[in-house]
């Protein structure tokens, strides 16, 4: 194996590792987790079901729409997605969900007009203190309790 092929198994591997630690949209976002399985099911769409339980929040659409609360559950592409692309609408109660999904892979969730779920979202999407950052961090401001950072 040569240098080139070790470099990109090295980055591979480090995109994995990133892919890992995203968090799971069941945890950051309960509600729609659960309101995209149930509706998946009701589409007849069993097997996105079942991948929607372990979807991760890879990064939001980045379009800064204060409507959009979409993301990324995989790595954003670099074009169109191509063959094996299909869209399915959700019909929810309210707002908008659309999923892109790919070969079978749920690629990227469309939430629009549920503004309810960006502060959630955004906590997600926070880079966390690297320990030693975190043991220097001097702790919560007085009263500053249950305040948001913010991007």
Request: net charge negative.
């Amino acid at each position: 194996m040569d240098q080139e092929d070790r470099d990109r198994n090295r980055a591979q591997e480090q995109e994995l590792d990133r892919a890992r630690a995203a968090p799971l949209v069941r945890d950051a976002l309960p509600a729609l987790a659960a309101e995209l399985v149930r509706l998946l099911e009701e589409e007849g769409e069993r097997e996105l079901s079942i991948c929607a339980h372990d979807l991760r929040i890879i990064e939001d659409c980045g379009c800064g729409d204060d409507f959009c609360q979409s993301f990324y559950t995989e790595r954003r592409p670099t074009g169109p997605y191509g063959p094996g692309h299909r869209n399915v609408p959700l019909f929810a109660d309210r707002g908008y969900l659309i999923l892109d999904v790919v070969h079978g892979r749920i690629m990227f969730v469309e939430v629009l007009d549920r503004p309810e779920l960006r502060p959630a979202l955004t906590a997600a999407l926070a880079p966390s203190p690297t320990p030693a950052r975190a043991a220097a961090s001097p702790g919560p401001v007085a009263g500053a309790e249950g305040e948001h950072p913010g991007p």
